[in-house]
Nanobody
Framework: VQLQAYGGGVVQAGGSLRLSCAAS????????MGWFRQAPGEEREFVAA????????YYADSVKGRFTISRVSGRNTMYLQMNSLKSEDTAVYYC????????????????WGQGTQVTVSS
């Protein structure tokens, strides 16, 4: 079972990036999925989550209105579209999967992907 996050990079403030998370080893169509991030010296924090059905989405206040989470269950793929990026969005971003609860907290996460670095330059 593996989650692979990719799409990070360096972008100027105000720019956009799209992160992708691909699952392999099993189907995640019945799992809730989410994104977390961790900046240097900080704890890992919730960014966004999407229910297994794709019908419900959840966002941290700091990214609401700028980030959009989506998923394509048939392809075992999840996305995070990040617009109007700010320097404070700089962090390593992790994708996550949870079977029972919406992954709004690290404790709810059953599977983690490796991180992808997002750096926003001002």
């Amino acid at each position: 079972v593996q989650l692979q996050a990719y799409g990070g990079g360096v972008v100027q403030a105000g720019g956009s990036l799209r992160l992708s998370c691909a699952a392999s080893g099993r189907t995640f169509s019945g799992y809730h999925m989410g994104w977390f991030r961790q900046a240097p010296g900080e704890e890992r924090e919730f960014v966004a989550a999407i229910a297994w059905s794709g019908r419900s989405t959840y966002y941290a206040d700091s990214v609401k209105g700028r980030f959009t989470i989506s998923r394509v269950s048939g392809r075992n793929t999840m996305y995070l579209q990040m617009n109007s990026l700010k320097s404070e969005d700089t962090a390593v971003y992790y994708c996550a999967a949870a079977e029972m609860n919406i992954p709004r907290y690290s404790d709810f996460v059953d599977y983690w992907g490796q991180g992808t670095q997002v750096t926003v330059s001002s």
